[in-house]
């Protein structure tokens, strides 16, 4: 790949005195007597084992019985054996060692409902109800290995459930809670569920949405699913089958306050976390005790520096893997974790800030899709709310634009608080590449990659390259990788360890510029190749967004007989305006202006929504696929599969 890099960005926060000298990534570096972040970089990717062994020391991570090993490697770079003969729970390092101790008193996990309740578990009150749902998974005659399903709003008690199948050695299956019936079965009939954790319904803007019947379609075609639990959330009227159902307030306020945590070998199954493909059916990434967890609040620490005492929120759903990843990591950490179950615009614009203020997070997760939608409400719904709370922004699952980041960054956070940008995935159990508290940043930029990645980023040919744009890989194990995919492990060499020896190739564009600032810049099978230029679709789609009138938009290649391929975009309307054939050709001379009369877009056309994920991803295949007729694929990730039709109809 030839095509230069150049994002022409400028350092836009420097960390002040304050960040750098109280933040982990410093207490890390000095407990080892590294100078700078590039040496801990050095030493973190060329000697991984002793960067592991560091980490679980830094995170006290505690063994029942130490592991012999940190790193074996004789089955290959693709299939690493971690913590050799560890013995470990992770729940014992999320909830048991705390109790006794004067963290059982401190907040764990706050909560507010779209119609305005609000919750807070203590550590010590966090413990107590994972141990009753512990025991009543027990009584109904699930236990170690048994995968369990939950699909449930976000409410506490999701965290619950959670915690309580990892406690007693279960498999967790995390859903979007947005997935239709067949989502749902697929997921849970390739795991062999036995139960599932579901709620009667949930709040959004005002209304109540059912969730019940989606589950019982569902269990219906699951043969091994024994037991449902079925949680009380909306008030809405739902059939129980007997024998089967079990109401959570029926069945869990009544068990023992104690129980005992499964003994788990430290590489055992945690967790199966699907994720949809371009084709087939979705894919299973396998996570274990001593992986994802450990990766989350590694990258929570690092990246986010959250402490004992603080509050982190994300944005998300537990079926996305960001919803575990919150659990997680600030339970590792002793911090508090914020959830929120409802629209975040709602009632008002200023929904969000409101909480900020109320429940004062320090660290806030969200999205550039939102950024975007919030921005033309102005500065007054944030204004009003003091968010003195906040020390950091932070942002995954799609690129940024720079218009919408310098919005967040210099009004939101009055150009004091980076929006620490994070980026790798479900497979990763987090980041490649992320911000931290002590390096410099430029918009839409990571600082560098998260230590004991070794990132890098190749051309076409393998070559490692700077100041271009090329495959982003990774070239070193690292405990959070996935274990292979459930029941398919050759389609986990084939997706990653196929292309170059010994390489895990990411599937995104990325770059890094001379300063050493990292950009990532979409899917790489997303790439428009025209007249043997290489593009990414964020850079078109930053053009088009600069324009007021265009909230939103998704570039795709389609085929050229000449060309390779041609450019078409999809532009969603910012409110209050509407499309016209002036604004068409306006946008037209803006690519061309930009990029060259020989990039210039075949078509233009406006839709009023491009179909997204629940983290906010806009899957672009499925705009190609929809726009050239063809099959989209999996469509369950979709919050908006409405969406596909009206590009389908739009061409």
């Known amino acids: 790949m030839s095509d230069k890099f150049d994002f022409g960005g400028e350092i836009v926060w420097e960390p002040p005195p304050d960040y750098i000298e109280n933040a982990n990534l410093t207490a890390f570096m000095r407990q080892h007597g590294l100078a700078d972040f590039d040496a ?45 003969g560890g013995k470990m729970n992770i729940v014992h390092n999320c909830l048991d060692k705390y109790s006794g101790t004067p963290a059982e008193g401190r907040a764990a996990l706050v909560w507010e409902g779209e119609e305005g309740d609000t919750r807070t578990l203590t550590y010590g009150e966090l413990y107590r109800q994972v141990n009753q749902t512990a025991n009543a998974l027990r009584e109904l005659g699930l236990g170690k290995g048994d995968a369990i399903g939950i699909y449930m709003p976000m409410t506490p008690e999701i965290v619950v459930a959670l915690l309580a199948i990892a406690k007693i050695g279960g498999v967790i299956l995390p859903l979007f809670s947005g997935y239709g019936v067949s989502a749902v079965v697929t997921r849970l009939a390739d795991a062999d569920a036995k139960a599932l954790f579901t709620a009667d319904g949930f709040l959004r803007r005002g209304k109540p ?54 003994i788990t070998a430290a590489e055992d199954r945690l967790m199966i976390i699907y994720t949809s493909g371009t084709t087939g059916r979705p894919k299973g990434a396998v996570h274990t005790h001593c992986g994802f967890p450990v990766k989350a609040a590694q ?30 990591g600030a339970l590792i950490l002793g911090a508090a974790f914020f959830i929120y179950d409802g629209a975040p615009d709602f009632p008002g614009p200023d929904r969000l800030w409101s909480m900020v203020a109320r429940h004062k997070l320090t660290t806030l997760g969200l999205s ?65 590449v992320m911000g931290n508290p002590i390096l410099p940043l430029k918009a839409c930029a990571f600082s560098g990659p998260c230590p004991g990645m070794a990132a890098d980023v190749f051309d076409e040919d393998g070559n490692s390259v700077t100041d271009q744009v090329g495959e982003l890989v990774i070239k070193a194990p690292w405990i959070g990788m996935t274990r292979g995919f459930w029941r398919d492990p050759d389609r986990y060499l084939e997706t990653y360890w196929s292309r170059w020896e010994n ?38 789609e930053s053009i088009l967004v600069q324009h007021e009138e265009i909230m939103e938009a998704a570039a795709i290649g389609v085929p050229h007989p000449i060309k390779g391929s041609e450019l078409v975009v999809f532009c969603v309307m910012a409110p209050g305006y509407e499309p016209c054939e002036d604004l068409r050709a306006e946008l037209r001379q803006m690519l061309v202006n930009a990029m060259g009369k020989p990039l210039a877009p075949r078509e233009i056309l406006f839709v009023s929504d491009l179909p997204k994920t629940r983290n906010a991803k806009v899957m672009r295949r499925m705009v190609r696929a929809a726009y050239l007729g063809q099959d989209p694929g999996d469509t369950s990730s979709l919050v908006n599969p409405e969406a596909v039709e009206e590009i389908r109809k739009a061409r």
């Open 40 to 84: 801990l970089m050095r030493r973190s990717t060329e000697d991984v084992a002793w960067f592991t062994d560091a980490v679980l020391k830094f995170l006290d991570i505690r063994f029942y019985q130490p592991y012999s090993q940190v790193l074996d490697l004789s089955d290959g770079i693709a299939w690493p054996r971690w913590c050799v």
């Open 503 to 540: 390489v895990w190739v990411h599937g995104d564009f990325a770059a890094r510029d001379s300063d050493g600032l990292w950009y990532i810049l979409g899917r790489s099978d997303d790439t428009i190749k025209i007249a043997g230029k290489r593009l990414g679709p964020a850079e078109v």
């Open 209 to 262: 949405v059912a969730m019940k019947p989606t589950a019982d379609q569902a269990a219906a075609q699951v043969p091994t699913l024994q037991h449902m639990i079925v949680l009380n959330r909306a008030g809405i009227e739902t059939p129980m089958q007997p024998g089967r159902d079990h109401w959570w307030h029926e069945l869990i306020p009544r068990q023992s306050e104690q129980a005992a945590t499964e």
């Open 299 to 328: 990258d929570m620490a690092f990246g986010t520096d959250v402490h004992p005492g603080q509050v982190i929120y994300w944005m998300t759903d537990m079926g996305w893997m960001m919803g575990p990843w919150l659990v997680f």
């Open 368 to 432: 550039p899709t939102l950024v975007r939608a919030l921005i033309p409400h102005g500065e007054a719904p944030f204004r009003k709310h003091d968010l003195s709370s906040l020390r950091f922004f932070a942002s995954t699952g799609e690129p940024w634009n720079p218009g919408p980041w310098m919005w967040l960054f210099e009004n939101v956070g009055q150009g004091k608080r980076p929006i620490i940008n994070y980026s790798g995935g479900t497979e990763i159990s987090g980041g490649i």
